[in-house]
């Protein structure tokens, strides 16, 4: 488990009653706490696992390469002879990247054929099911009676949606999968190949699909019902604004005014990667990387992870009945479950834990 | 090609007097010249028997037609010119007998009084080739098809050079056949496209004829589009130029492809294709056949996604499903999101899998061996182009202190225009100006032919009647709107069949002499 879970602030955890501060006479030293989480981190590293789904060549495997900048995925044409696979293979990929003695374990799945075919229908199936799957395997091992230290997170953290810039708003195979997947993962909606598209037209287009969000009840990551207190709400609305995110991915550099930068160079100018005025992929790589991973894993872990576990321990009845307890069978797939549910849930969750102790 | 056009000498039963009108010979566009005997008989299988044999051979009395058809405006003494705007549009079927008039339509030819046509001068906008152009959205100069119109353009008697008001007018009619006082016919241009949602058909259409026939358009929101299924959408303009009256139809279909499930989303677009085919046999085998309407689709253009990496299923199993009743040309949509070389590989690509996907697109007919080297270059040049990968746009941006069409980007403007950026000229140039007749001409000669073949066939193994050699009187068994016009119908065919015995009988004797 991750060794920042319990105690960053930043956490998602609901929190206990507050206890009322202490007025501190001199200096203790209780913030070299924090340099000691750090020397542990650096020791253990970090984890993160990241999924990217959407119709092929939108540039899926460029987009991977360029968050991270490495090669971390070679974007694997289909050949010719290859006819198009019929169910969905997906496949995971892991690096290990290290910067500044900061090590992280990154595993990339990809998720090729989705919406390819003529009849798309299920599609999203054998993502779900990989999805689950990865919380069964945490699952299993977390009610071990000999539990390891350090249990393998293969959970998937974070499912990047790749829109294609039509232009006009989300399609109905959009709309389908996202109801399903906001309710298992965090999912961060992006217009894919942005450079089709003008200003004006992008804007109108994420108008758009924000609107078609709101009226299917899709919540996208940042989840507006998980923000704790205004600090959050503050931060996390500026980005609401601006999910999907219109990125355009490149892994070739070029000269301009005398500067490396990532771009696509076309007869009529180069595209800058990294130039906001260009695209939005800055907003894209700092919402996963920069800003918002911790708080991606901790909302994997507390909300998504767990109501998954109470689904699966309510079926299999080893959920002792305490107080407050919510019988939360598995919900049938039309209804999407709102998160304030999870909430209670998760209440009768440390209630029940607390009675069972 | 397997059909005896003229015929003159055959006797009319079946399907009409064709050879002896001479509207009808005219109509018959490339087909017509071909009394090159070719035995007549519903065409079988065999598709794509369109060879310049036919035409070639039909040179003498396609003469009689005026300059019109590709490579077939022999015996010409101004052929040389009169061969640019041949080659796209018929013009001599607008002459019908007026050989004389056959110079020099303006629209977008060649552009050289008589003798070898100069380097191709900036073209209308929208030329409606046959007699000059006009132009329709104003601005730019220089004569229709460059000289070309100040040039010896002999306005049709009859027709005048009207001068209508800039603005272009409603979206013609499909296929409709307008007749002025002359003999002149204006060739109908139904076009249907298809592809996803949102890759810019609407925009590239608008481009293209500079007109907006999508003012009103109200796009529909998602949850609209979840039960929504492919429509059919036409839209009629029409357009004139210097006196050239053109109705074009737009088959727009929205909707196709964006379900969740595609299976069978080209149904509709086949039924519509067949329908279209199915009410032009009908009013072929009419009575009254001066106006006919020819909505049939004469090309639809398909637009492929920029953002795979070849075609789809969807693509093929649309493509296949119509390659044999339309001319496909497939597009590449919203080119701008792709560099050069990936522009090049995308078309290698998608190339090698029609190739491998055995689908008939449209093909360009080959230039004969005596044109000139620009023509030559510039065929080989179009033909290497394919498929073409355009972009449209329907705003005007200032770029280089011109105002041109384009879109425009913070890094930089995409010049609709500008051949270095997008084969949209290309498109446009192949499309009204030198392949429209063609265009016609195999959705006539083939895929018209094949659908006629094939309905007959059916209904003969209907009426279980022997099979000979001229096609028996059809007797529709498709609902007729009109009582009235069924009896006179039937009455027609009696008479027909009557005249048909007299003439075994006759043969018989000469047989016997």
């Known amino acids: 488990m991750d060794p920042l879970r319990q105690s960053s602030p930043g956490s998602s955890r609901p929190s206990s009653p507050r206890t009322p501060p202490c007025e501190m006479f001199d200096y203790v030293g209780i913030e070299a706490v924090l340099d000691q989480l750090k020397i542990k981190a650096m020791k253990m590293g970090f984890e993160f696992n990241i999924m990217v789904v959407g119709q092929s060549g939108l540039g899926k495997s460029t987009m991977v390469n360029t968050l991270f900048k490495s090669k971390v995925w070679k974007s694997n044409i289909p050949n010719l002879g290859t006819p198009t696979p019929q169910t969905l293979k997906l496949h995971s990929v892991t690096h290990i990247i290290e910067e500044k003695g900061v090590k992280l374990k990154l595993t990339v799945t990809d998720t090729p054929g989705f919406g390819d075919q003529i009849n798309n229908d299920k599609c999203w199936d054998p993502i779900l099911g990989y999805i689950n799957e990865q919380y069964e395997r945490y699952l299993q091992e977390e009610i071990l009676i000999t539990r390891q230290r350090h249990i393998p997170d293969t959970r998937v953290h974070c499912c990047v949606y790749f829109v294609p810039p039509t232009g006009h708003c989300l399609r109905p195979l959009d709309i389908e999968f996202l109801q399903r997947l906001c309710r298992a993962v965090n999912v961060v909606p992006v217009i894919a190949r942005a450079d089709s598209l003008t200003i004006e037209e992008r804007e109108t287009f994420r108008q758009r699909i924000q609107h078609n969000l709101r009226s299917h009840c899709i919540e996208v990551y940042p989840q507006k019902s998980l923000d704790e207190d205004t600090n959050d709400r503050i931060l996390n609305s500026k980005i609401r604004d601006r999910i999907p995110f219109a990125v355009v991915g490149a892994d070739r550099e070029h000269l301009v005014n005398g500067k490396c930068v990532l771009g696509r160079k076309t007869k009529w100018g180069i595209i800058e990667v990294e130039n906001m005025a260009h695209c939005e992929f800055p907003l894209l790589r700092d919402l996963l990387i920069r800003s918002h991973l911790q708080d991606l894993k901790d909302i994997t872990h507390n909300v998504h992870y767990e109501n998954y576990r109470v689904c699966r321990l309510n079926e299999s009845h080893l959920l002792p009945q305490g107080p407050g307890w919510v019988n939360l069978a598995p919900t049938p797939a039309g209804r999407p479950a709102t998160p304030r549910s999870l909430k209670v849930c998760q209440q009768a969750q440390d209630d029940a834990k607390d009675e069972a102790y | 090609t397997g059909r005896a056009g003229g015929r003159p000498a055959r006797p009319a039963p079946g399907i009409g007097s064709r050879g002896d009108h001479p509207l009808s010979l005219v109509r018959r566009g490339g087909l017509g010249g071909e009394g090159a005997g070719v035995p007549g008989g519903p065409r079988g299988g065999s598709v794509r028997g369109r060879g310049r044999g036919p035409r070639a051979r039909a040179s003498g009395a396609r003469g009689a037609r005026g300059a019109g058809g590709r490579g077939g405006a022999r015996g010409r003494a101004a052929r040389r010119g009169g061969r640019g705007r041949g080659r796209g549009w018929g013009w001599g079927r607008g002459a019908g007998g007026r050989p004389e008039a056959r110079a020099r339509p303006g629209g977008g030819g060649r552009g050289a009084v008589g003798g070898r046509p100069g380097p191709r001068p900036r ?343 022997d099979s000979r050699m001229e096609s028996p009187i059809p007797i529709l068994p498709l609902p007729t709107p009109d009582a009235e016009t069924e009896k006179l119908i039937r009455m027609k065919d009696e008479e027909l069949r009557r005249m048909q015995e007299m003439l075994q009988k006759m043969k018989q004797q000469m047989q016997d002499q």
């Not at chain 2, 076009?191 to 026939?213: C, I, P, Y």
């Not at chain 2, 425009?408 to 051949?419: A, D, F, R, T």
């Open chain 2, 123 to 465: 073209r209308p906008r929208r030329v409606a080739r046959g007699r000059g152009g006009r132009r329709l959205a104003g601005g730019r100069a220089g004569g229709a098809g460059g000289g070309g119109a100040e040039g010896p353009v002999t306005p049709q008697p009859g027709l005048g050079l009207r001068r209508s008001s800039p603005r272009p007018a409603r979206p013609p009619a499909r296929g409709h056949h307008e007749h002025g006082p002359a003999v002149q016919e204006q060739a109908g241009d139904p076009r249907g496209q298809a592809g996803e949602s949102g890759l810019g058909k609407s925009t590239l259409v608008h481009s293209l004829f500079l007109t907006d026939l999508y003012k009103d358009r109200k796009l529909l929101s998602a949850e609209e589009r979840i039960s929504q299924t492919v429509e059919i959408l036409k839209h009629t303009v029409d357009i004139e130029e210097k006196g050239v009256k053109l109705k074009l139809t737009i088959v727009d279909t929205p909707g196709f492809g964006d379900a969740v499930n595609n299976s069978e989303c080209w149904k509709p677009i086949t039924d519509y294709v067949d329908q279209q085919f199915e009410q032009y046999f009908r009013d072929e085998s009419g009575l009254n056949r001066k106006n006919i309407q020819d909505n049939r689709v004469h090309c639809c253009l398909y637009f492929i996604s920029p953002f795979g990496h070849g075609l789809r299923p969807v693509d093929v199993g649309f493509m296949k499903a119509l390659h044999e009743k339309v001319n496909i040309v497939p597009l590449i949509a919203k080119a701008d999101c792709l560099v050069p070389g990936e522009i090049r590989k995308l078309k290698e690509r998608i190339r090698e899998e029609i190739d491998k996907f055995g689908i008939h697109v449209y093909q360009f007919p080959e230039c004969d061996s005596d044109e000139d080297e620009d023509f030559k270059q510039q065929d080989r040049e179009l033909k290497e182009s394919a498929p073409f990968a355009v972009i449209g746009s329907n705003t005007v941006v200032e770029a280089k202190g011109q105002r041109v069409r384009g879109r425009l980007y913070p890094w930089g403007i995409v010049e609709v225009e500008n051949q270095a950026h997008c084969d949209f000229v290309k498109l446009r140039n192949m499309l009204i100006r030198t392949h429209m007749h063609d265009l016609k001409d195999v959705t006539c000669d083939v895929h018209y032919e094949n659908y006629r073949a094939h309905c007959i066939q059916q209904m003969t193994s209907k009426l279980t009647q």
